[in-house]
Structure formats: C-alpha cells, structure tokens
C-alpha cells in the first residue's frame, strides 16, 4: 500500500518536472526561421563570391609569374566561379537534409545557419 501510494507520488512528480520543462523551452517565432534565411542567403552568396575572386587572384598571380596573357585569369576565374556554385549547391542540400530531419524528428535539429557541416 506505501508503495503504491510513493509510486504515485513519483509519477505525478515526473509529470509535473516534465510540464515545467516544455513550459521553459524556448518558442520558435517565425522571425528566427526569416533570420535563418537570411543568414543563409547571406553564406550563399559569400561563398559564391569568395571563390571566384579566389580564382582571379591565383589565375593573376600565375599570369604574372608566367608572363602570359590573361588566359590563367579567366580560366582561375571561371573555375572559382564553378567551385562557389559547388559549395552553395551543397549547402542547398544541407539545408534540405536538416529540414527533412527537423520534420522527421520533431523540430530537434541543428541550426542551419552554422558552421557545422556535414560531408556528403
């Protein structure tokens, strides 16, 4: 009889330490999902731009040591362009990824918007 009445006790415990911690997590408003977008847009972008001027700056740097035309230019330069391509299409997919996960597993993910990145 005591220890019905203590496991009863507990359960009713557990069932209140449970409702105080979903009242305490955080609520995810519809700004913080705009914020996510934006700062991704934003990583997109920085990507796509850092590798082509990464490519003009060795495709430069490679004319001018060889003395040749402008060829190494334009062909670093289009090959930094292909590879920020690269890179935003593979954030794309993480984004996708996460978002499958997050609707899969109930929301509990990663930010997307992260520096953690997943090879795939």
């Not at 997109?44 to 850092?50: D, G, I, N, R, Y």
């Amino acid at each position: 009889m005591v220890a019905d009445t203590e496991k009863d006790r507990l359960v009713a415990l557990e069932a209140d330490i449970a409702a105080l911690r979903d009242a305490r997590k955080p609520k995810r408003s519809a700004g913080a999902d705009k914020f996510n977008a934006a700062s991704l847009a934003w990583r997109m972008v920085t990507e796509l731009v850092v590798g082509v001027l990464l490519g003009a700056a060795i495709g430069w740097g490679i004319d001018s040591v060889t003395g040749a035309l402008p060829l190494f230019l334009i062909l670093f330069t289009l090959f930094g362009f292909a590879a920020g391509v690269r890179v935003m299409i593979r954030s794309g997919d993480e984004v996708t990824r996460r978002g499958a996960g997050d609707a899969a597993g109930g929301g509990e993910g990663t930010n997307a918007a992260s520096g953690d990145r997943t090879r795939g």
